[in-house]
């Protein structure tokens, strides 16, 4: 997201779209040929009446929502096995370059562990699928989530049919005869 658009303000209308010069995003005037030289960005002063004072940290909303928590502990758990699987390589790696006896017992977990971060990852989306199935995010027909909604819809509905019921007899129109 650009400045300008968190701020609420766009560029003046005999500027171009905004380009990239000197890693800062800027409008360039529609008649300017040669490029800006590149200056460094500076901060803005503070604004007028907040006392002098900036905020240091701004809260922006998120774009996507956090991820269920079981997930999320997959995910650390397979990014925790990748990382040590990667360094598990190097390793094996410079002692095969050095000639060490280590070498070989390193390739041998090396592979071992290859095949445990792939089960991590896999993991991760196995537990996202079934996130997504049991807590009504997927809307297929045989989902669990629809099955749940039906039965908790069909449940309602005897609850309501009850107390119409109840109401009936103790108002007393459920008599059997008017004699």
């Given at each position: 997201m650009d400045t300008d658009e968190r701020r609420g303000t766009t560029a003046p209308s005999d500027t171009t779209p905004p380009r990239r010069v000197g890693g800062a995003t800027r409008s360039v005037p529609a008649q300017a040929s040669a490029p800006e030289p590149a200056a460094p960005a500076r901060a803005e002063g503070p604004a007028e009446g907040d006392g002098g004072r900036r905020e240091l940290w701004v809260e922006e909303p998120a774009v996507r929502r956090r991820m269920p928590d079981p997930v999320r502990t997959a995910a650390v758990r397979a990014v925790i096995i990748m990382s040590l699987t990667i360094i598990q390589a190097v390793v094996a790696f410079l002692c095969t370059l050095a000639g060490s006896w280590l070498a070989f017992p390193m390739v041998l977990s090396g592979v071992a562990s290859?095949?445990?971060?792939?089960?991590?990852?896999?993991?991760?989306?196995?537990?996202?699928?079934v996130w997504n199935q049991r807590h009504g995010v997927v809307s297929v027909?045989?989902?669990?989530?629809?099955?749940?909604?039906?039965?908790?819809?069909?449940?309602?509905?005897?609850?309501?049919?009850?107390?119409?019921?109840?109401?009936?007899?103790r108002r007393g129109g459920g008599r059997l005869s008017r004699a």
């Open positions: 290859t095949v445990a971060a792939t089960w991590a990852v896999l993991d991760v989306w196995v537990t996202r699928q027909p045989s989902s669990t989530a629809r099955r749940m909604r039906r039965e908790r819809r069909a449940a309602r509905r005897a609850a309501r049919a009850r107390g119409r019921r109840e109401e009936r007899i």
